[in-house]
């Protein structure tokens, strides 16, 4: 299969990437490219296979509900791009 | 001194030859006259630099060495660090305009651990933009040249890490292999890199791109060194909610036992087509030379691993579009100059604070996860990693380890490839079923192909092998040269 401009357009919102017109054509033809190359996957019979999300096989680790971390607020929000008392800034949301 | 092993520079320190800040100093001389050539490091800082030698000085401790290599103090060494770990203190930028001003306020457990040992930050590597590329061309940062020949690539993503060391910029580096990262620039700049089991080096403060792929290990010159630093890298972390729980081991402890009966499979599906004449050649000798050093070789088959390129860029893109949906330009990273609404603030911000490649990659693993497309791509593609994982534990009921080229060609000139991103993954077709495996992976250097240019052996073990194989890297080396050779001009 192979995508459509439409297509590039929906995914690169929900990427929330945005792509000029000129940008959104070559990507289509770079996308089909690699979305050709991920095809032949589609030959392989894999009936009754289990999925394998992980290389290892481990279990979530629970820990005491204790506080660990220490208040580095300050330092965290050093290198965020805008900030004022404490909170983070951006553009209004709710009317 | 710059083409000392660690032991050796361990045991200089140790008998007061030299002090940690004059060993710190020579390789920042070196980095200074040599590094504007080869744009191997992103970050230098003399200060912090030489802040740490002076910190470490007191560390190193006086006269003989104590017995066994594994014990051999790593305080007062210098190494640099991938650009992928953070470092409190340092910018930590991911090869990426996202973070070109990103100083982490935390150490990568790695880091942490090198530091713990004493061991001197010389400064940040160069790499491809979030660990994405086989060329280290999609760096925000220019790229890196291969000191072998700067019209070629030093290979990637770490390829920042592989240059500094082949240039003698500095004597170790951390980096990180998510299909290849570490193996292949290693091999395609003549040294020696090893991808440990996942879960044995803890991901805590690594930014991660694909994470059920990602492990961080040693570069260095050779096998003895990777297995010093090893020691000191991994250990169980509470902080990556992967990292392995088991007892401490000595990855140097087997090296000086001979390879007598050690059984190398060869797969098949390594040595067919697609593999250059040069590095066959090559290949075949350092198989040779295992059989004189008294291994034997088997034919062992890994009948999906053609597969292994196509799964991987499938999980891995899907695995980064998730986790790089953190960069949203509001806690941290790059935010676009002007914008609208929210949403506009997000897509901007990402449109220009991400090369194309990573868009690319996001974009791929995006479309993969999407609704309708999940169970065609993802899960198909998992199930297929799950036939390639199966492939390995057939093999390794008649080998100890596989061996087999590295990448498929030597260094490959700039541009050669950047065009057409199919070409560019193809680069990694020996060393990606590896990390979808987990399995532990390495590259050592077995001799020239064309152009002069360095070519890599790889070596895949077993989980948790790590031992075995640096065994098998090192008893090579003991009989080779490859590993200690350096680019002329560069001496």
Redesign the interface.
């Known amino acids: 299969m192979s ?1 459509t401009p439409e ?2 357009s929906r ?9 000029s017109p000129a940008e959104r054509e070559t ?1 289509r033809e ?2 089909n ?3 050709g ?6 030959a ?1 019979d ?1 009936a009754g ?8 096989d ?1 279990v ?2 629970l ?1 005491p509900d204790v506080v660990t971390e220490t208040d ?1 607020r300050a ?2 929000q ?5 900030t004022e008392a404490g909170l ?1 800034l ?4 709710i009317e | 001194m710059i083409n000392s092993s660690l032991r050796e520079l361990s045991a200089a320190l140790a008998a007061r030859k030299i002090s940690a800040v004059e060993l710190a100093t020579l390789f920042l001389d070196r980095i200074d006259k040599l590094n504007p050539a080869l744009n191997a490091f992103i970050t230098i800082d003399r200060e912090q630099t030489l802040a740490q030698a002076r910190a470490a000085e007191a560390r190193v401790p006086k006269g003989t060495q104590s017995a066994g290599a594994g014990n051999t103090p790593l305080a007062g060494i210098p190494l640099a660090h991938k650009d992928i770990f953070c470092t409190r203190g340092w910018r930590t930028s991911c090869g990426s305009r996202m973070l070109e001003n990103f100083v982490s306020p935390y150490d990568a457990h790695v880091v942490e651990k090198l530091a713990a040992a004493g061991m001197v930050t010389l400064g940040k590597l160069n790499m491809d933009e979030f660990a994405m590329g086989s060329s280290n061309e999609t760096s925000f940062f220019g790229p890196v040249k291969n000191p072998w020949d700067t019209a070629r690539v030093p290979g990637g993503s770490s390829g920042g890490s592989a240059a500094a060391i082949a240039a003698r910029l500095a004597p170790a580096a951390t980096g990180t292999d998510t299909g290849g990262s570490i193996r292949q620039p290693a091999a395609l700049c003549g040294l020696t890199g090893l991808k440990p089991t996942y879960g044995v080096v803890s991901r805590y403060g690594m930014i991660a791109f694909a994470s059920s792929l990602d492990q961080a290990g040693p570069m260095a010159k050779s096998a003895e060194d990777c297995a010093l630093l090893l020691n000191a890298m991994a250990g169980f972390d509470s902080r990556d909610s992967t990292s392995i729980e088991r007892p401490a081991e000595d990855y140097a402890r087997d090296l000086e036992k001979p390879l007598t009966g050690l059984r190398i499979g060869l797969p098949r599906e390594f040595f067919g087509a697609g593999m250059d004449d040069d590095v066959r050649a090559a290949v075949e000798a350092a198989l040779a030379e295992y059989r004189k050093l008294g291994a034997i070789t088997v034919e062992v088959s890994l009948p999906n691993s053609g597969l292994s390129v196509p799964a991987y860029y499938v999980i891995a893109p899907a695995e980064a579009s998730s986790n790089l949906s953190r960069f949203d330009g509001v806690r941290y990273g790059y935010r676009a100059p002007e914008y609208g609404d929210l949403n506009d603030m997000y897509s901007k911000s990402r449109a220009l604070g991400f090369g194309a490649e990573v868009k690319r990659r996001i974009l791929i693993g995006t479309y993969v996860l999407s609704h309708g497309y999940y169970d065609a791509y993802y899960l198909k593609a998992q199930k297929i990693r799950r036939l390639i994982a199966a492939d390995f534990q057939k093999a390794f009921e008649s080998c100890d380890v596989i061996m087999g080229p590295t990448s498929p060609s030597v260094a490959f000139a700039f541009g050669a490839k950047s065009a057409d991103p199919v070409q560019m993954y193809l680069s990694d077709i020996y060393t990606i079923s590896t990390n979808l495996a987990g399995l532990p992976g390495m590259s050592l250097p077995c001799g020239f192909g064309a152009h002069g240019m360095p070519v890599g052996l790889q070596i895949i073990g077993n989980w948790f092998g790590e031992a075995r194989m640096l065994q098998a890297a090192h008893q090579y080396q003991k009989a080779s040269d490859w590993h200690v050779r350096m680019p002329e001009e560069l001496k």
């Open positions: 995508l297509d590039v995914i690169a919102l929900l990427s929330r990437i945005e792509l990507t770079q996308l490219g690699i979305l190359f991920i095809e032949q996957l589609q392989v894999t296979i289990e999925p394998m999300a992980h290389a290892v481990v979530q680790r820990r580095r330092d965290f050093a290198v965020a791009p805008e983070y951006v553009p209004k949301v």
